[in-house]
T-cell receptor, first 115, second 115 residues
Framework: GAVVSQHPSRVICKSGTSVKIECRSL??????MFWYRQFPKKSLMLMAT?????????EQGVEKDKFLINHASLTLSTLTVTSAHPEDSSFYIC???????????FGPGTRLTVL | AQTVTQSQPEMSVQEAETVTLSCTYD???????LFWYKQPPSRQMILVIR??????QNATENRFSVNFQKAAKSFSLKISDSQLGDAAMYFC????????????FGKGTRLHILP
């Protein structure tokens, strides 16, 4: 069964609005989650590492005020795209690192379209 | 910084034949993990195979096997008896030995299976 879920699976919003994407670890506690962005026919680009109970660590070039990450519990991390613009349209994927498996498990992704 | 290079953007193979996907990487670390991930049209990332760098024996998972050449920093994936369901994007990836460190992905190889 699925280890990681994402909600919503796809979202369409108007330019200037904010969109929240949830990433849930099912049945397992996860102190570390990762957020990726994937453009069409491209590879996954790590945006940030989400740490439970502390501030996220952002990769170089990723605007932390634009992409707000909150990891308030051991099973939930949220990515909020603030004041979304068409260039933010992309496929966003989260992953969960499970220490017991020493492996990352990926969510099914969220397709964001900003009109 | 570590890098992962996949020099084959696309490949095609006849059904039931064998195909090898290439991957090279660069690192100054002596211990690490290497992965091959499959991303089918559903966009769900699936772990195909994992290799620990300290292990000399090449990993195998049913029809999937790797040729790990540590000195050459090469990590190719061989798919035997190719099936239509193998059609997907394949990403080579690297992770440091730190248990919760981020995964670095190559740009991917799109594999087509010809019936």
């Amino acid at each position: 069964g699925a280890v990681v879920s994402q909600h919503p699976s796809r979202v369409i919003c108007k330019s200037g609005t904010s969109v929240k994407i949830e990433c849930r670890s099912l049945d397992f506690q996860a102190t570390t989650m990762f957020w990726y962005r994937q453009f069409p026919k491209k590879s996954l680009m790590l945006m940030a590492t989400s740490n439970e109970g502390s501030k996220a660590t952002y990769e170089q070039g990723v605007e932390k005020d634009k992409f707000l990450i909150n990891h308030a519990s051991l099973t939930l991390s949220t990515l909020t795209v603030t004041s979304a613009h068409p260039e933010d349209s992309s496929f966003y994927i989260c992953s969960v690192f499970l220490a017991g498996y020493n492996e990352q498990f990926f969510g099914p992704g969220t397709r964001l379209t900003v009109l | 910084a570590q890098t992962v290079t996949q020099s084959q953007p696309e490949m095609s193979v006849q059904e039931a034949e064998t195909v090898t996907l290439s991957c090279t990487y660069d690192t100054s670390e002596s211990d690490y993990y290497l992965f091959w991930y499959k991303q089918p049209p559903s966009r769900q990332m699936i772990l195909v195979i994992r290799q620990e760098a300290y292990k000399q024996q090449n990993a195998t998972e049913n029809r999937f096997s790797v040729n790990f050449q540590k000195a050459a920093k090469s990590f190719s994936l061989k798919i035997s008896d190719s099936q239509l369901g193998d059609a997907a994007m394949y990403f080579c990836a690297y992770r440091s030995l730190n248990r919760d460190d981020k995964i670095i992905f190559g740009k991917g190889t799109r594999l087509h299976i010809l019936p």
